[in-house]
């Protein structure tokens, strides 16, 4: 995927794979806050999707599994 953030990644990916949305984004298109993004294996987080990548980044992507 090209992009200069976290979040323009994320949206090529969804553009090819659009079953993953609903997974990734919540409707007000914020990071879901079951996911948690690393890039190269560090946390994205505070920035989340405007977390910048650069060419050879590595993005994993993390659903957190919850319930009771």
Same mark, same amino acid.
């Given at each position: 995927?090209?992009?200069?953030?976290?979040?323009?990644? *994320?949206?090529?990916?969804?553009?090819?794979?659009?079953?993953?949305?609903?997974? *990734?984004?919540?409707?007000?298109?914020? *990071?879901?806050?079951?996911?948690?993004?690393?890039?190269?294996?560090?946390?994205?987080?505070?920035?989340?999707?405007?977390?910048?990548?650069?060419?050879?980044?590595?993005?994993?992507?993390?659903?957190?599994?919850?319930?009771?």
């Amino acid at each position: 995927m090209n992009g200069s953030t976290v979040g323009q990644c *994320l949206e090529q990916l969804v553009a090819r794979f659009p079953e993953l949305k609903p997974w *990734l984004f919540e409707k007000n298109g914020k *990071l879901n806050r079951l996911v948690e993004i690393y890039v190269n294996m560090r946390s994205s987080y505070p920035e989340e999707l405007a977390k910048p990548v650069k060419d050879g980044d590595e993005l994993h992507i993390i659903i957190i599994i919850s319930g009771g």
